[in-house]
């Protein structure tokens, strides 16, 4: 579901990761982090959401609980990030670009 809000250009830049471009791209990315863990709680608020003509541009905060499929502690990660919508012709709009860092280190 994550993949079908982005458009067919689409940039994803995780953190201490390399940038991920295009939907196929990002598809093939996920697969490879849900094979390693999975998400048992996620939640996200939005910051703040300024609109310009077809562009415009999300802050937000994001925290998840994840597990380690190969066993072990859940931990909690928690993120800020921004992300860059465009609308298209047809009205809908679809992230362009979205960019997070950890908003605390990691346990």
Same mark, same amino acid.
Not at 3 to 29: H, K
């Given at each position: 579901?994550?993949?079908?809000?982005?458009?067919?250009? *689409?940039?994803?830049?995780?953190?201490?990761?390399?940038?991920?471009?295009?939907?196929?791209?990002?598809?093939?990315?996920?697969?490879?982090?849900?094979?390693?863990?999975?998400?048992?709680? !996620?939640?996200?608020?939005?910051?703040?959401?300024?609109?310009?003509?077809?562009? *415009?541009?999300?802050?937000?905060?994001? !925290?998840?609980?994840?597990?380690?499929?190969?066993? *072990?502690?859940?931990?909690?990660?928690?993120?800020?990030?921004?992300?860059?919508? !465009?609308?298209?012709?047809?009205?809908?709009?679809?992230?362009?670009?979205?960019?997070?860092?950890?908003?605390?280190?990691?346990?």
């Amino acid at each position: 579901a994550y993949v079908a809000l982005f458009t067919d250009d *689409g940039v994803v830049m995780p953190p201490n990761g390399s940038r991920i471009r295009g939907r196929a791209a990002l598809r093939s990315w996920l697969e490879g982090v849900h094979e390693q863990s999975a998400v048992s709680s !996620r939640d996200s608020e939005s910051l703040a959401m300024i609109v310009v003509g077809d562009w *415009g541009w999300e802050l937000y905060t994001a !925290r998840m609980t994840v597990v380690p499929r190969a066993g *072990g502690d859940a931990t909690e990660e928690r993120y800020r990030g921004m992300r860059i919508y !465009r609308r298209h012709m047809d009205g809908t709009w679809r992230i362009a670009q979205d960019v997070w860092n950890a908003a605390a280190p990691r346990r």
